[in-house]
């Protein structure tokens, strides 16, 4: 009988799967190894220049030490020098890639060792100079120089070791055996190439975190900064405005107060430079009002409000306010439509609303005020919508105008006055009792719609099965 291979697998685990995991880490293995942080090049010529210095300072110590050790003769002593010096010089070639000038380096100093071994004849002591060499080849933070290492053990201490064994080895084991020495010693020299591989790759994963959280330090304090200098700009810009918004119903307000107090005229007259008077303080509370309701929305969605009865008091209002004799108004709001939102909180979000239609109206065009019931999940709505004819607004303006202190129109020869809070202050008070606010154009034709939920019993009789 077939047996199914996956048999073999664990319970609920794919073999398929279990391979890929391996070959997975064994992937990331692969690169955390071998996938280096290329080092910057003035960081990276700096060591190469030591590295080169150091082998080229052994040629001195290595020619004298053949003459007095071995009994070389000068010929001999100084043709060693000179293929050190060769490769020192080579590796100085800014005309090769790093890669070859840091194996060319290498290979220098891997010959400094091979050539002290040869010339205490094949010392132990010696042999530890390959090690010595192994944490100054680990300054280039690469790879490959560490597999030269190893190659050059391997091969020079098996072939030399194989041809002039007591130039390599100065104990029988190792003359009689070569190879097996030569692969001992590369076996401890990949052994530690590893540790140094290792370490200086924990160490770039060390500066890399270093970096990247000072980079996330110095973009936070750029933020703040940014932030604050918005906010005194904001500030300034504020001051600016508010100043220029509250001068003109105080100076219109300390105006016809002197000729009340200075000008005897006639009754009619006194009537109506009081009338002005306190039409002027009317518009400077509502400028305070919003300005004291941008700090905190009202959320008082206890209490309810009839939109009608609140609207028609919102509407009354505007025939005290200055330059609206001309103010016309449609509205059809049906009897008994309610919001949960107090009649406080309503009348901030209609009379901002129906100010903003009669201040940027065009050709004097009449402001529909529209209501009605809105099915919606959980809880129907009370929509409020206010359209006038004005200029079209783009969807980029249609995001940002209903923040704080924007007006779509800053110029100092803007048509229309304003602190620009109004929209804000209707968009955080409807939020603030569960609701919202958008706005639609069609053509001139601009529409504010205010959505807010219904008292939750009202909501109960609409959906009723009598309803």
């Known amino acids: 009988m077939a047996q199914d291979s996956s048999a073999a697998a664990p319970a609920g685990v794919d073999a398929n799967q279990t391979s890929t995991t391996d070959d997975g880490r064994f992937s990331r293995l692969v690169r955390f190894l ?56 080579a590796a100085l070639n ?13 290979m220098a100093l891997l010959s400094c060792s091979a050539m002290l071994v040869h010339v205490t004849g094949g010392s132990v002591e010696a042999h530890f100079h390959f090690f010595v060499v192994l944490p100054v080849v680990a300054l280039y933070q690469s790879w490959p120089p560490f597999l030269l290492a190893l190659g050059y053990v391997l091969v020079h201490h098996g072939l030399i070791g194989q041809l002039w064994p007591e130039s390599v080895y100065n104990h029988p084991a190792a003359i009689n055996n070569p190879w097996k020495w030569a692969a001992i010693h590369a076996f401890f020299v990949s052994a530690a190439s590893a540790v140094f591989v290792v370490m200086w790759r924990l160490n770039e994963s060390a500066r890399s975190e270093a970096r990247d959280l000072y980079r996330q330090l110095y973009e936070g304090e750029r933020a703040i900064v940014q932030q604050l200098e918005a906010a005194a700009t904001m500030k300034d810009e504020l001051v600016s405005v508010v100043s220029h ?30 009338d002005r008077l306190l039409r002027q303080g009317d ?23 009839e939109v009608r009865e609140v609207l028609e008091d919102v509407l009354g209002e505007q025939a005290d306010y200055p330059n609206r004799e001309d103010h016309g108004f449609k509205y059809i709001v049906p009897e008994g439509l309610k ?20 201040k940027h109206r065009i050709d004097g065009g009449l402001v ?5 019931l809105e099915p919606a999940p959980g809880r129907d709505v009370a929509v409020v919508a206010v359209t006038n004819r004005g200029e079209n607004i783009s969807e980029a303006d249609r995001e940002r105008m209903f923040d704080a202190f924007v007006q779509l129109d800053s110029s100092i ?55």
Request: hydrophobic residues 45%; aromatic residues 4%.
């Open 339 to 358: 919001a949960q939102i107090s009649p406080r909180s309503l009348r901030l979000i209609l009379a901002n609303l129906v100010n903003n239609a009669l």
């Open 94 to 106: 800014r005309h090769m890639s790093r890669k070859v000038q840091e194996l060319l380096a290498t």
């Open 413 to 467: 020869t803007r048509r229309v006055a304003g602190v620009g809070l109004g929209l804000h202050i209707v968009r955080e008070t409807a939020v603030a009792h569960g609701g919202s606010v958008d706005v639609k154009c069609v053509g001139n034709e601009i529409t504010f719609l205010v959505r807010l939920p219904v008292p939750l019993a009202a909501h109960k009789r609409a959906n009723s099965p009598a309803a």
């Open 245 to 274: 918004e509250l001068r003109t119903p105080l100076t219109s307000i300390l105006g016809f107060g002197q000729l009340l107090r200075d000008v005897d005229g006639s009754e009619g007259d006194q009537k109506e430079w009081l």
């Open 368 to 372: 529909s005020i529209t209501t009605w």
């Open 283 to 305: 518009r400077l509370q509502f400028l305070v009002e919003n300005l004291l309701n941008t700090a905190k929305a009202p959320s008082d969605s206890t209490d309810v409000a």
């Open 34 to 89: 071998t996938h280096s942080e290329q080092l910057p090049q003035n960081v990276w010529r700096t060591r190469h220049r030591f590295i080169v210095s150091l082998a080229v300072a052994h040629v001195p110590v290595l020619f004298a030490l053949g003459l007095v050790l071995r009994g070389d003769t000068p010929i001999h002593s100084g043709a060693e020098a000179v293929a050190i010096s060769t490769l020192s010089l």
